[in-house]
């Protein structure tokens, strides 16, 4: 997906290789028609989130093979929904966010703001977490 870009105007950035993420399961916040659900965040999954994204539904925790899926735990990073970002959001318990790693279409759901109020810095690679 080469040529997209990320919330900074800049190239968009792998977001994790391990797990591997991305609808598309690229390791990148790649999107395009078929990704219904806008899964352009770069997230840093912290214990609320996931707590929060299974309150509503969404088991972030459980394995899920058949979708290549393996269950996310604190620190990692994962391509998420803009919406149920943004719930989370407007919740009080929104995961960290990866700009560089984050696609621009999310702009069309979620102010730049919120995104940046969520803002880590992450060290060399896409597969750490120092938060």
Known sequence: MMGECNVLGGELEPCSTDPLTGFYRNGCCSTGPEDLGSHTICAVVTVEFLNHQRSIGN?????????RFPGLVPGDRWCVTAANWLRAHLD????YVVLASTHE????????????????????????FTG
């Open 105 to 128: 279409k999310v702009l069309d759901i979620v102010p730049l703001a919120a995104l940046k109020e969520h803002a880590v810095d992450v060290p060399e690679g896409p597969d750490h």
């Open 59 to 67: 088991d972030l925790s459980t394995p899920a093979p058949q979708y």
């Open 92 to 95: 009080g318990a929104a995961a």
